[in-house]
């Protein structure tokens, strides 16, 4: 295929709706195609479905190749002018197992009853020295218990790696079939199948980095074997793509490859959104501020220390929307509201589809990224939250981190502060919904929204895919 350039880019206005044509299609030429690839349900996705927007918008004929999932088990559907074709078991027995594997995640750490542990630790009697028979038996207990974790462990980790040789067996057949001209590989545990469609189709390949993998929260593959196979995949890529400035410098400096693409997530905004600058309208609601944290709801992004910090700022209602990773984190997260009291200030909301997401965001006082420095790859992240926060006119707390901080700072958007420091988040929250200081933050928030338009990244993506296209 060769390539032509968007629309707008040769003074061709573009058609009403959604999506343009490219030239390859309205000539009658057939169009490139593009496989888009990443591995889970893809409607919660956001980065995915602009790129395969983006894709279309250009000419190709694009599918989505994502994976089937208890929330969404359709084989095939559309999402505005795309396909998602979806890999996922094939009988009731395979759902069976896949089930069985989604319940054998690691366990995490308990985290509704932290305090009341220590305490009880604290006093409970010293059984060793009262009763040595009972300290001996404990002791088996707790080895054999230890030994059964480490059969299930060894369970849990063959079962993965069946289902993983399922998946890439399925997604290369895919590639073997369509040929596609593009492929976008969506972070590390896609790029085996850009490697296939590379060799097999001389596909142009795009490695996409939503995060720095070797160094990423619950990773659950070898560090030394993630870095060497991303070492192969940087250079098997035509082009190497990532989310933030801080990921592109250490990925070139670690991988010694010329410096990755930055392509934000910025929103696309909607069909209704206001000129960029605008503070949106806000929907009247009675009651207590409400700070919100919108994103996956998994450990070390702030969300334990902010509950806590309700108990001393006793003003602020918290809204916490988006889906479970793993989804007993869920739990956890609700048995520690009850266990501090506060059902009715608290509140676990389903996710909402990214293009909505904006939207859902406007009726709340302050946005949430609190992230924890648990891992390298948040420390050094630009969550798509933040941008989100931005459109909407929120003003942001955010964790004290490179990135965040930077972003906020500069700005002028909110405050950061210590992610682990609950009083400190409890203060700071306090402050953020003042009216008046809140209201000077919202007006902030809307000049530094006019720099953050997608359009822009949207250009960054499609040279990427032009350069990609030539190199191969």
Known sequence: MTWQPPREARGVPEPAGDLAVGASAASGERPGIALVVVRNSVEH?????RAARTLARIGYETTVLGVASFSERRAVSEAGGVTIKRIGPSS???????QRISHLSPPEPRVYDEGATEAKSAAAPD??????GASEANAAAASTASGTTAIKGVGRRLLRFAATLAYYRRAIAVVRAMRPDLVHCNDYNTMWIGVAARLLAGSAVIYD?????????????????VLLCEALFVRAAHRVITTSPAYAELMAQRYRIAEPVVVRNIPEPGPEAPEPGTLRPRPERDGPPVAIYVGGLQPNRGLEQSIRALVKAPAVKLRLVGP?????????LERLVRSLGLEDRV????PVPPMEVVDALVDADVGLALIQPAQLSYRLTLPNKLFEYALAGLPILGSDLPMIARFVNEHELGMTTDP?????????LEELVEPARNARYREAVARAAIALDWRRERELLVDVYRDASARA
């Open 45 to 49: 996705d956001a980065r995915v479905l």
């Open 209 to 225: 980095s939503h995060e720095l993998w070797p160094d990423r929260n619950l990773r659950q593959e070898p560090r030394w074997w």
């Open 324 to 332: 479970a990773t793993p989804a007993a984190f869920r739990l956890e």
């Open 347 to 350: 509140e676990l909301s389903d």
């Open 420 to 428: 682990e420091d609950v009083d400190a988040i409890a203060a700071k």
């Open 92 to 98: 009731r027995l395979a759902w069976a197992v896949y």
């Open 127 to 132: 059984k060793n020295a009262k009763d040595a």
